[in-house]
C-alpha cells in the first residue's frame, strides 16, 4: 500500500474561494486517511472562512511554521503571511495579490526541499499579481522557471479526457506566430512521456487540433494546418509518438472524437480549455507537465462573485488532491520499473500510425 503523502496547498488569493473549496475538501474526515494537508497562508484568514460556513464544525487544525512539523491527522496550516493580514471576501487588492505569492514561494521552497511531496494551487489573480510584480502570466510559467526545466505543458485532466495547450497564457493575436512544427513535436513529445510516466499508457495515442475553422478548408481560410501542422504530425509519427490529425476542433468534441484518444493537443488556451470545462468543470484538474515534482491545481478561478458566500463547490480542488496523489504514485511505479528493468532488450513491438492528415 502507498504511504500517505503530504499535500502541500497555496491559499490562493485569500480574497476568492481558494479557502472556502480547501476546508471544505477537508471537512470530509476520509480525506486525511488519504493525506496530510499542509496549507500554505494564514490560521487567521483560514478561520474568518471557516466561520462562514454553517455546516462545518469540527475540524482539527495544527498551526506550524514549517511543514516538517506536520501532523499526520490533522489540518496543518503553516502561517507565513504577516498577522495583521487583512480580508476582504470578493476584492481583488494588493495585499491579496502579495499574499498569494508569499503561500506560493514558500510552498515550492518546501517541495524542493522534500518536506512536502506533491503541490496543489488555488486559484489566483493573474492581473492583481501582474500589479505587485509577480513577472509571470500564470502558475504554470512561474514554476517552469523556478525548477529550471526548458519545456512544460499545461494539461487539463480528467477521467474521460486529457487536454493540452501548445501556446499558453498569451493574447490570440500572438498565437499564429508561436506556432511551429518543432513547438508542436516538442509539447508531443512532452505529452507522450507525461501520458506514459503519470498515467500509465503504454502507446498513448494523441489528437492533434487545427488551428483555423474548418481546419483551414484547404487553404481558404488560413495554410498553418497544410504548412506546419501536418508536418508536424507527421514527423512525430516518424519518432514513433503516434500522434493523428490535425483535427477541426467544433466536430471533434462535438461528436465525441476526444473519446478515442488517450489525449489531445489545441492550439491555444480557449480551444482545448473551452471544450474541456464544457465536458469536465466540476471534476476538472490543471496538471503542469514537465516539471520535476508533482502539481495540480483546480479547473476554476478565483470566482470573487460568490467568495466568502459558503456558495463554492469543492469538487474540482479535490479532484486536484486526488490527481496529484495518483499522479505522484503512478510516476513513483513508473520510475521503480524502468530502474529494475533488465538490460535485455525486447523486440520492437511498437505501433507507429501511418501519418496524419487534415480532418475537417
Request: charge should be negative; proline fraction near 5%.
Amino acid at each position: 500500500m502507498s504511504r500517505k503523502l503530504i499535500v502541500g496547498i497555496t491559499q490562493g488569493d485569500g480574497n476568492g474561494i481558494g479557502y472556502e473549496v480547501i476546508i471544505k475538501s477537508f471537512a470530509d474526515e476520509r480525506m486525511l486517511e488519504l493525506c496530510t494537508p499542509v496549507i500554505y497562508g494564514s490560521s487567521k484568514i483560514f478561520g474568518f472562512y471557516k466561520k462562514q460556513m454553517h455546516d462545518i464544525e469540527n475540524m482539527n487544525t495544527n498551526v506550524i511554521s514549517s511543514a516538517k512539523d506536520a501532523h499526520h491527522k490533522r489540518v496543518n496550516i503553516v502561517n507565513c503571511l504577516p498577522d495583521n493580514v487583512f480580508v476582504e471576501p470578493g476584492q481583488p487588492t494588493p495585499e491579496s495579490a502579495k499574499s498569494a505569492m508569499i503561500s506560493l514561494a514558500k510552498a515550492v521552497e518546501d517541495i524542493k526541499a522534500g518536506y512536502i511531496d506533491v503541490l496543489v494551487t488555488a486559484p489566483i489573480n493573474k492581473k492583481a499579481m501582474s500589479a505587485e510584480g509577480f513577472g509571470y502570466t500564470g502558475h504554470t510559467e512561474y514554476l517552469e522557471k523556478e525548477f529550471g526545466v526548458d519545456e512544460v505543458a499545461m494539461v487539463m485532466v480528467c477521467d474521460r479526457l486529457k487536454v493540452g495547450v501548445l501556446t499558453g497564457h498569451i493574447s490570440l493575436k500572438d498565437v499564429p506566430s508561436q506556432i511551429s512544427e518543432e513547438k508542436i513535436l516538442k509539447k508531443l513529445r512532452l505529452m507522450k512521456a507525461s501520458l506514459q510516466r503519470d498515467f500509465g499508457v503504454d502507446q498513448p495515442k494523441i489528437a492533434v487540433l487545427g488551428l483555423n475553422p474548418h481546419c483551414g478548408d484547404g487553404g481558404l481560410l488560413g495554410d498553418e494546418e497544410q504548412q506546419i501542422i501536418l508536418p508536424a504530425v507527421n514527423a512525430a509519427n516518424e519518432e514513433g509518438i503516434m500522434a493523428f490529425g490535425p483535427y477541426s476542433s467544433d466536430g471533434f468534441f462535438a461528436l465525441d472524437n476526444y473519446m478515442k484518444f488517450d489525449a489531445v493537443l489545441a492550439m491555444y488556451h480557449d480551444q482545448g480549455l473551452t471544450p474541456f470545462k464544457a465536458i469536465a468543470f466540476e471534476e476538472g484538474v490543471n496538471f503542469t507537465a514537465g516539471l520535476p515534482v508533482v502539481r495540480t491545481s483546480p479547473d476554476h478561478g478565483t470566482a470573487y462573485d460568490m467568495a466568502g458566500r459558503d456558495m463554492a463547490d469543492p469538487r474540482s480542488m479535490k479532484a486536484a488532491i486526488y490527481q496529484a496523489i495518483d499522479i505522484y504514485n503512478k510516476r513513483a511505479g513508473y520510475d521503480s520499473l524502468v530502474e529494475g528493468r533488465m538490460t535485455v532488450k525486447a523486440p520492437d513491438t511498437e505501433i507507429k500510425p501511418k501519418g496524419g492528415r487534415i480532418i475537417e
